[in-house]
C-alpha cells in the first residue's frame, strides 16, 4: 500500500483494488475538536462560579 501526502491534513493512500482513498488524520481532528469544547465549557463554568459566589454572599 503506497501512500503519499495530500494536503495539509489528509493522507492519501492506494487501496489493494487500486482505488484512491483519502483519510484524515484521526489526531489533530481530534484535538481540535477538544480544544472547541473546551473554550464552549469555559464561559459556562466561569458563569456557574460567579453565581455560587452571589448566592454565598447573599446567604452570609
Not at 500500500?1 to 484524515?24: C, D, F, P, Q
Not at 484535538?31 to 464561559?43: G, N, T
Request: net charge positive.
Amino acid at each position: 500500500m503506497a501512500a503519499r501526502k495530500k494536503g495539509k491534513n489528509a493522507t492519501e493512500s492506494v487501496g489493494e483494488e487500486g482505488r484512491t482513498l483519502i483519510r484524515r488524520k484521526p489526531l489533530e481532528h481530534l484535538e481540535k475538536s477538544i480544544f472547541l469544547f473546551l473554550i464552549q465549557l469555559v464561559p459556562f463554568t466561569v458563569r456557574k462560579g460567579c453565581e455560587q459566589q452571589i448566592n454565598d454572599l447573599e446567604l452570609q
